[in-house]
């Protein structure tokens, strides 16, 4: 995947969001420090990154599970 690449609905912030960056700066200090493992940097990124973009989803449409139109409890698919 590309940076200009459409990234998909939530749990996944979009790639310009700066929590983001501030997570993603973080493990890779986290990993040259020797604070942490690669693994234990990735895995922290990953969750808290999954997090980011659950908030990003419910600011940009509250209601919604997800970016997008569709309401809470709405059929999917």
Do not use: W
């Not at 020797?34 to 808290?48: K, N, P, S």
Request: aromatic content about 4%; some cysteine.
């Amino acid at each position: 995947m590309t940076p200009d690449s459409q990234m998909p609905s939530p749990p996944f912030p979009s790639t310009d969001n700066a929590v983001l960056g501030l997570i993603v700066g973080g493990a890779i200090e986290s990993v040259r420090s020797g604070e942490a493992t690669v693994e234990e940097a990735i895995l922290h990124a990953a969750v808290h990154g999954r997090y980011e973009g659950h908030v990003q989803g419910e600011d940009e449409c509250p209601g919604c599970d997800f970016r997008g139109g569709l309401a809470k409890d709405s059929a999917r698919g």
